[in-house]
């Protein structure tokens, strides 16, 4: 019998159990387990009917990754699905956790489907580049219709089980022991032509509605929305096959496409996007057993946008927040935005009214800073001003009580400077969340000289509780993302001046693949932040560089984006549709004339070499220098923070696709013509002579 596949009788019901820790993935050993098991109970005349469960945490979360390209071994999916399906006895999957991809397709492939009401379904395989390729596209139709499949294999989201159940994707709700409630189900069903009717394969009474005219549609609104990556519109093609094609080559079609998708650099990219982020929790002298301190009540010191952003994260998932601010007023103004915040998530259907009342219940408001003495973790989220930060690291010290971690959220202040004004250095570290941080993914955790280890394992630890994606830095301008983001708008600007126009830029970005262009982001940001740094900074600046003013002199135009009505688009009221502006045409084409700048025309492909590249080289200074501990977190940080397209793997993957070789002589010709910027990174020259990429790097480390 199979390591990973255990096979018992339980009267006259036979029960598979999946066992391959940690999520149960499809691996050549529980197929070859699955197929054995199958022809075990088929044999067993005793044997009525068969129960399939995943052991542990969860039900089958698809096929195992790590064996995708890589020679294939065992029976095939598509085949055992075909088995299972065609079994005289009727089979029921119990699902608990996720079942996800190959796991869900084998679900559809069983007679029946039966779940706890805490488990999730889904078919997440465009998020890596793929299609549900073992019969998903086919089957799945064919249980809940062509709109509602295109919807769940499209987005790659999961459904809760009582909205598969609603939508026939479930047949029973289990409440309590589900491996019982399932045997017990299954005896119900263990009987003669207990799978008649059953075989999804056979059914075709949830195809109609959707005609030609339906596809075409469904194709361009899908392409919109994917933004560059090909398999949403491929799965389109797969579900056009399911409604007019007969199932057997519905099949082919499916596998066909599955091929070519698995081949192509977008799913290697989405691949790489998954074990990346996972990676990133791996810390070489962190190790996964080092203690951690117990986090059961937060502080937080301004209630700002960070500071309320920051707070909801905690409360979401019952942790009580105290968040402090100066002033009575700024307090209000605060926690009024977390109950704004919360009541259009409730609008939109996504939170009940009950549940954000007992989130919004979690946060406190409070004047003093003493009010931090119970909390286990302290997060100081005030203006990024180091005196005022290192003022309130001193009071942090005074009141904080000990073996508390506490943690600025310094979007690139030095944090070892912050840490020194207290006498417990070791517990200081550096939580780097994002704007609008209950939204965004990312949490750079910034290790600062001093910082302990369990602090560090506790940030990480935390970050995955939040949610969010934690990646470690070291204490740098800008750590990992805004260090490598200055490189990205600094050019974005100098194109202008040279001959193109924000709505250039930000188109040929877009194209790319990115959610928003340079300008059309500054303009939902505010093009007022860092401007009073910016105009300070303009009396000592260094005569040996290039600076661009533009953006400076919009803000004294009062250009301050969409939160004024015009920044570097104008906006029609109450619309966020950037429209081109001739005064801001005429403010660049003046600002190329006062540096001497003829205007030439810039191709789209200058524009993303240069708003991309610099970035790379940036990354290979922040590797060398041990700011980024590998290649991947670096992708990682500027997929999940920046909005760069996931199915280009992030900048370093990217890098490696274009060929190092090519990137640098860019890299190297920019140098040329700028002088002072893009120095290229001797890390990347290094791997270019070794004929290397930043994969090979991060392997041989
Ligand atoms: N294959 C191989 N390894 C997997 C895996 C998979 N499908 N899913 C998760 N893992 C690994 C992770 O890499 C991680 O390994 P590590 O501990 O060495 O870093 C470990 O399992 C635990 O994963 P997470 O840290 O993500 O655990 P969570 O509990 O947070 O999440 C999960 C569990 C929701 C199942 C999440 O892991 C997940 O979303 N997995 C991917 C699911 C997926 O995409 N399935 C479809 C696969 S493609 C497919 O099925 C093709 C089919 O159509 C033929
Ligand atoms: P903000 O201006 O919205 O909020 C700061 C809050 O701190 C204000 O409510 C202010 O009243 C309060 N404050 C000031 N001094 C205080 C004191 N002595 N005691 C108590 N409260 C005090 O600023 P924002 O944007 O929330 O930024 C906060 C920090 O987060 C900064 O360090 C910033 O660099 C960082 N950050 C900001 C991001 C952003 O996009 N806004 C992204 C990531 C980090």
Redesign the pocket.
């Given at each position: 019998m199979s390591e990973t596949v255990r096979y018992e009788r339980r009267g006259d019901i036979a029960v598979i159990t999946v066992d391959n820790p940690?999520?149960n993935?499809?691996?050549s050993s529980v197929r070859q387990g699955l197929a054995d098991s199958l022809a075990q109970a088929l044999g067993d005349g005793a044997v009525k009917a068969m129960v399939l469960i995943g052991a542990g945490?969860?039900y089958i979360?698809?096929?195992?990754?790590?064996?995708?390209g890589k020679p294939f071994t065992g029976p095939g999916?598509?085949q055992i699905i075909a088995d299972f399906e065609r079994s005289s006895k009727p089979v029921v999957v119990a699902i608990h956790?996720?079942a996800?991809?190959?796991?869900?397709?084998v679900a559809l492939g069983c007679h029946y489907r039966v779940a706890l009401p805490s488990a999730?379904l889904?078919?997440?395989?465009v998020?890596?580049g793929?299609?549900?390729?073992?019969g998903?596209t086919q089957r799945m139709p064919r249980v809940i219709g062509i709109k509602a499949a295109l919807d769940m294999i499209t987005s790659?989201d999961?459904i809760p089980a009582a909205k598969a159940k609603e939508i026939g994707l479930v047949d029973a709700i289990i409440e309590g022991d589900l491996l019982e409630g399932a045997i017990k189900f299954a005896e119900t069903v263990a009987i003669p032509g207990g799978t008649t009717g059953r075989r999804v394969s056979e059914r075709s009474d949830k195809l109609g509605g959707a005609d030609t005219a339906y596809f075409a549609e469904a194709r361009k609104s899908v392409a919109a929305k994917a933004r560059g990556q090909i398999a949403p519109v491929k799965i389109v093609d797969a579900l056009e096959a399911a409604a007019t094609l007969p199932f057997t080559d519905g099949m082919k079609k499916e596998r066909e496409i599955?091929t070519e998708l698995m081949a192509g650099t977008q799913s290697k990219a989405l691949r790489h996007v998954?074990?990346a982020?996972?990676?990133a929790?791996?810390i070489p002298d962190v190790p996964a057993d080092t203690p951690t301190r117990p986090v059961k009540s937060v502080a937080i010191i301004g209630a700002g946008t960070m500071g309320g952003g920051i707070a909801m994260n905690f409360a979401n998932i019952g942790i009580p927040v105290t968040l402090i601010d100066s002033t009575e007023e700024f307090l209000e103004r605060g926690l009024k935005r977390i109950k704004d915040n919360y009541a259009v998530t409730v609008s939109r259907g996504r939170l009940s009214q009950p549940d954000m009342d007992k989130r919004v219940g979690l946060i406190k408001g409070a004047l003093d800073i003493d009010r931090i003495k119970d909390a286990d973790l302290v997060i100081e989220a005030v203006f990024e001003e180091m005196a005022l930060k290192k003022d309130i690291f001193g009071k942090i010290d005074q009141f904080a009580k000990p073996g508390a971690v506490l943690a600025t959220n310094t979007s690139g202040l030095n944090i070892n400077e912050i840490a020194a004004v207290t006498k417990r250095p070791q517990d200081v570290i550096g939580l780097h969340f994002f704007s609008p941080a209950n939204v965004m993914r990312l949490m750079e955790v910034v290790r600062a000289d001093k910082t302990g280890k369990d602090i560090i394992a506790t940030s990480m630890q935390l970050g995955?509780t939040i949610r969010k994606v934690p990646v470690l830095a070291r204490v740098y301008e800008g750590f990992i993302g805004n260090a490598m983001l200055r490189h990205y708008g600094r050019e974005a600007h100098f194109l202008l001046e040279e001959g193109a126009l924000p709505q250039q830029v930000d188109k040929a970005l877009t194209d790319f693949g990115y959610a928003m262009g340079m300008f059309g982001v500054h303009d939902v940001a505010g093009n007022d932040v860092g401007y009073r740094m910016r105009k300070a900074a303009q009396a000592t600046r260094p005569n040996d560089r290039r600076y661009s003013d533009i953006i400076t002199k919009l803000c004294d135009m009062g250009r301050l984006g969409q939160k004024t009505g015009k920044g570097w688009y104008r906006y029609e009221p109450g619309s966020r549709t950037p429209i081109p502006d001739p005064e801001v045409e005429a403010l660049i084409i003046q600002e190329s004339k006062l540096k001497g700048i003829e205007r030439r025309v810039i191709t789209d492909e200058e524009i993303v070499k240069r708003c991309v590249y610099g970035p790379i080289n940036e990354g290979a200074n922040l590797l060398e220098k041990g700011i980024a501990l590998r290649p991947s977190d670096i992708d990682t940080v500027y997929v999940t923070g920046y909005g760069f397209p996931s199915w280009r793997g992030g900048p370093m993957f990217y890098a490696d696709t274009v060929g190092l070789a090519n990137v640098l002589a860019d890299i190297k010709r920019f140098h040329e013509k700028d002088g002072f910027f893009w120095k290229p990174a001797p890390l990347l020259e290094q791997l270019v002579k070794e004929g290397k990429t930043f994969a090979d790097y991060q392997a041989a480390r």
């Open positions: 940690p999520v993935a499809l691996s945490r969860t979360a698809g096929a195992d990754i790590r064996e995708f999916l598509q956790g996720t996800l991809g190959g796991g869900l397709e999730q889904g078919l997440p395989e998020k890596l793929i299609l549900p390729g073992a998903g790659g999961p599955a998954f074990f982020e996972r990676e929790a791996k995955k």
